[in-house]
């Protein structure tokens, strides 16, 4: 062993580096990813984050394949997962944004989104009238809406006809339903602000505000539901249906397309209304191509785009064009008309009650 | 360089020591405090920024909040009495009653517990589900009149949590069971104890701390658990654990969520404690006597 | 250890059976409960295996003997992905944790003990949610997104946490007189590290790899927080499986995943067992 001194300050000073070195190693060991792309990746991409299966990678690659600019798609599993990380760094990096209804509301409140240049659109005069200028984005200046699907009763027919399902009486109340689903059960919504809505617009056709009583009633409501419920899910439903465990589940209507040639299943939008979700597409502030942003929603939203996203996925859209190409019967089961009278029962959720209270609500319901 | 060779040589355990302690830290400890800082804040969007408030933990004293804990308590508890019911007489067997299959028969209770867990829930998943097997057995056998869905329900999900947990309960049981001192059963069979005695006075109370490892080995996960709920459960209660899933992939509300994580990592380690000092105080107890 | 304990069983275990015989109810039961349990142990694991061979989609009964659903996991490339994404993540995480921990441990045999050990209980003793929280808080905060990175790191923990106790239970066993000797005889620390040190502590070592890599590989809660889309586990390729569509190639997941944990333990307790064996002689 070396008995030379070494003074305190060399000491620390050594001991300091040390520390340094690792932590650099560490940074770039994190940030290799985007180290490489910076580097090493200089073609035109166009970056898009949305919500998986609802568009389809075919789209995707036709817009590579019709002008040449690579697309780079990352998916993200809910809207506020996005929303927190856009709040943080304004979309960076991103290009075109997918977010849901009530989400866009809340970023344009929080100034994350570009406004559209509807010139640079050529299929905006395509999209689907009721779908435009709702209550999150009045005047579509940042968000035009790409994607809908009604949520509803979804059924096999070989055991209840439209009919049993055409209220959600079906779903809510215990009795009505008993002799056809033989001590079967229903599957039900597992997320708590789609649940509760969806009993508000049963009691009382409301999906913004209720007051506290009102409130006290959706919770009994779901409460008692829980009785003859066989499981909280959205995406087990399906399979719930196929191995015929349950005859009846609450999805939105994209669920069923996947099991539509296994055997005869519909859907409905009961008669007291329903939710609606709408997906639309917006660019971030913080975006860097803001032209070819313009470019791929316009291609998302052509009529091709749209049958194929529709016969990958389920999901509804906006244009015209596209949905009378499309075979709607894959979805409800039987022909179905969009008409006024068919949009004004659905119900985008615009929620103004603080979520503690639902969540308050969806506790109580859980813990029952 | 003379220089720069003398002071790595002499600050060599300092830079092997280092990854380890800063991996530590960086990546556990601090996250961990500032979750905890974090648990005393919350977002408002009138004033756009955090404040500080205690607001996150008196809603968790909420009704439907502690109703929450409860669930995640009396199924880490359910778990943990059935585990332990089955455990010790598993490792009671292996200990003194099995010889020549002992070695096998202990191999066979450590493989299930280096499995992954989504890998023991499909397993049960399999079994129970409508189509399956051993529903279609039942069916053919004429126990139930047509074959049905076993899932969804606390039935599937109690026995998923212990078939998950069991091998975790039974090998602490197993090791201090095999550490006690062979002499002290062989003279309380001389002074003519009965085999009950024998159990009740000297083995149970010796392998205590196996009981207790055991216990904490399955309480503390059990209270966490959320995929066994979903998944063999039907996601009808909330446990803990789906809660803090909630908030923390889904809604993306960290604030609220880390009240949720330190109120309720407190409460296994408190029912810990006073086992042990059960425990502890039954055993002073005995010696008194 | 193991050895002792055997031969010392002799006596008693006579004892026990001797009174035991003369209880029927007992002598009965006790085996059949123990039997039972060892039953429901491995009867789900036996027949997932069963029908992962099963030339059927739905159907319970048996259709005939197939290989189709494996051959099916070699052209899902969700699969392949998963498969390459839970291998990259084990081996990372066990080659880190083993590196770390041994540097860890020479670097402070001579400090205090507790810088190598209590610092380190928390990962094993804190439940995994409060680790994997850590991990995606603090990527989150950072503006790093999630994936091979976050996994390692979460699985470096857990490893860590075990690696530390195994690895340094085999250093304090370590004689000094042999390194004296070593360095005496005119080795450089460099060199006696690498003859006597290290090869002295290899059954540890690769009982801490082992350890890790199945820790890693079977890891289900971690990944759940610390994955992202396109960066996933097996673990929770199976999830997202479970929970939508249930088809037998599941089974044949499963079945290899068991596999393969299987193989990784029954080394590691072979090791152990020839490790008590020659550490007693």
Redesign the interface.
């Known amino acids: 062993m070396?008995n030379?001194k070494?003074t305190f300050f060399?000491?620390l000073f050594?001991?300091i580096f040390?520390?340094v070195f690792?932590?650099v190693l560490?940074f770039l060991?994190?940030?290799?990813?985007n180290i490489y792309k910076f580097f090493f990746i200089k073609e035109r991409v166009v970056n898009v984050y949305a919500f998986?299966n609802i568009i389809s990678e075919d789209v995707f690659s036709e817009f590579k394949k019709k002008t040449g600019i690579n697309v780079h798609v990352?998916?993200?599993?809910?809207n506020?997962?996005m929303?927190?990380?856009f709040r943080?760094?304004k979309g960076k990096g991103y290009d075109v944004v997918l977010p849901s209804d009530y989400m866009v509301e809340l970023m344009t409140n929080a100034e994350l989104l570009h406004k559209l240049d509807k010139s640079k659109i050529s299929n905006y005069s395509k999209i689907y009238k009721r779908l435009l200028n709702r209550f999150f984005d009045p005047g579509n200046k940042y968000t035009l809406p790409v994607y809908w699907i009604p949520y509803g009763i979804g059924f096999n027919k070989e055991v209840l006809d439209y009919d049993d399902v055409k209220s959600w009486k079906a779903v809510f109340e215990e009795g009505a339903l008993r002799e056809k689903l033989d001590g079967r059960k229903i599957s039900m919504l597992?997320d708590a602000l789609e649940a509760f809505f969806l009993g508000s617009i049963y009691l009382f056709q409301s999906s913004r505000n209720l007051n506290d009583e009102q409130m006290e009633k959706v919770k009994d409501l779901l409460k008692n539901q829980?009785k003859f419920?066989?499981?909280?899910?959205e995406?087990?439903a399906?399979?719930l249906l196929l191995?015929?465990?349950v005859p009846l589940v609450v999805i939105p209507a994209s669920r069923i397309k996947d099991i539509y040639s296994e055997g005869s299943y519909g859907f409905i939008v009961p008669e007291e209304g329903s939710l609606m979700e709408i997906c639309s597409a917006g660019i971030p502030i913080a975006s860097q191509n803001v032209d070819l942003a313009h470019q791929l929603i316009d291609f998302i939203l052509s009529k091709k785009s749209g049958i194929s996203s529709f016969d990958d996925y389920g999901y509804i859209p906006s244009n015209k064009e596209s949905f009378h190409n499309i075979d709607i019967k894959t979805l409800f089961g039987r022909s179905v008309l969009f008409d006024d009278k068919f949009f004004d029962k659905l119900h985008v959720i615009h929620n103004e009650i603080p979520?503690?209270k639902i969540e308050?609500v969806?506790?109580?319901v859980?813990?029952s | 360089m003379n220089f720069v060779k003398r002071i790595f040589a002499r600050e060599t355990p300092f830079f092997l020591v280092c990854p380890a302690l800063i991996w530590q830290f960086l990546f556990l400890y601090i996250p961990l405090l500032v979750l905890f800082v974090d648990s005393f804040f919350r977002y408002s969007n009138k004033i756009k920024s955090f404040y500080f408030t205690f607001l996150n933990y008196q809603k968790i004293l909420q009704p439907s909040s502690l109703k929450i804990f409860l669930n995640s308590f009396f199924l880490a508890f359910e778990t943990t009495v059935i585990c332990l019911l089955v455990a010790y007489p598993l490792a009671y067997f292996l200990v003194f009653k099995s010889k020549k299959f002992r070695m096998f028969l202990l191999l066979l209770l450590i493989l299930p517990s280096w499995t992954s867990i989504i890998i023991q829930i499909y397993a049960w998943f399999f079994l129970l589900k409508k189509g399956s097997i051993l529903s279609q057995s039942l069916y053919n056998m004429g126990f139930i009149s047509e074959p049905f869905h076993m899932l969804n329900n606390h039935f599937a999900m109690i026995v998923g949590m212990v078939y998950c947990y069991l091998p975790f309960m039974a090998l602490p049981i197993y090791a201090s069971l095999e550490n006690i001192d062979r002499k002290l059963i062989e003279a309380s069979a001389d002074l003519g104890a009965s085999r009950f005695i024998t159990l009740s006075k000297i083995i149970l109370p010796l392998s205590a701390y196996g009981i207790l490892a055991g216990i904490s080995l399955v309480f503390i996960p059990a209270f966490g658990e959320f995929a066994i709920p979903e998944l063999l459960g039907g996601s009808k209660k909330l446990f803990w654990g789906n809660v803090i899933v909630g908030k923390f992939l889904d809604y993306r509300d960290w604030n609220s969520g880390s009240a949720f994580v330190y109120s309720g990592v407190l409460l296994p380690v408190i029912f810990l404690f006073l086992i042990y000092y059960v425990i502890k105080s039954i055993n002073k107890f005995r010696f008194k006597c | 250890m193991l050895s002792n304990r055997l031969t010392n069983l002799g006596s008693s275990v006579d004892w026990i059976l001797m009174v035991e015989r003369k209880n029927p109810f007992i002598r009965f039961l006790h085996p059949f409960f123990t039997y039972s349990a060892y039953l429901f142990l491995y009867v789900p694991v036996f027949i997932i295996a069963v029908f992962s061979f099963n030339d059927s989609a739905i159907s319970v009964r048996w259709h005939g003997f197939s290989l189709r659903w494996y051959a099916k996991l070699f052209y899902t490339q969700e699969i392949i992905d998963a498969l390459n994404v839970s291998m990259v993540v084990a081996i990372s995480s066990t080659i880190l944790s083993v590196l770390i921990a041994t540097a860890l441990i020479f670097g402070s045999s001579r400090w205090k003990s507790w810088v190598s050990s209590v610092i380190f209980y928390p990962n094993i003793i804190l439940p995994d949610i409060a680790l994997a929280i850590g991990v995606l808080s603090l990527f989150t905060y950072l503006k790093v997104p999630l994936g091979y990175g976050s996994l390692i790191i979460g699985h470096t923990i857990v490893g860590l946490g075990f690696s530390i106790p195994i690895i340094r239970a085999r250093f304090i066993e370590l004689d000094p007189v042999l390194t004296e000797a070593s360095l005496d005889l005119g080795a450089t620390t460099l060199q006696t590290f690498r003859k006597v040190i290290i090869p002295l502590m290899r059954p540890s070592l690769i009982a801490a790899g082992l350890v890790s890599f199945t820790l890693s590989l079977d890891d289900f809660l971690i990944a759940f927080f610390c994955s992202s889309p396109k960066v996933q586990t097996l673990s929770i390729y199976v999830y997202s499986q479970l929970k939508e569509t249930v088809d037998p190639s599941i089974n044949a997941i499963s079945v290899l995943l068991l596999a393969l944990s299987s193989v990784v333990t029954l080394l590691l307790c072979s090791l152990k067992i020839v490790d008590q064996v020659i550490g007693n002689e």
Do not use: M, P
Request: proline share 0%; hydrophobic share 30%.
């Open positions: 070396n030379e070494v060399e000491s050594s001991k040390i520390i690792y932590l560490i060991f994190l940030h290799a990813q998986r990352t998916y993200y599993d809910t506020e997962e929303f927190a990380k943080i760094d597992n829980k419920i066989e499981c909280y899910t995406a087990g399906k399979y191995s015929d465990i979520s503690h308050e969806w506790f109580s859980k813990t």
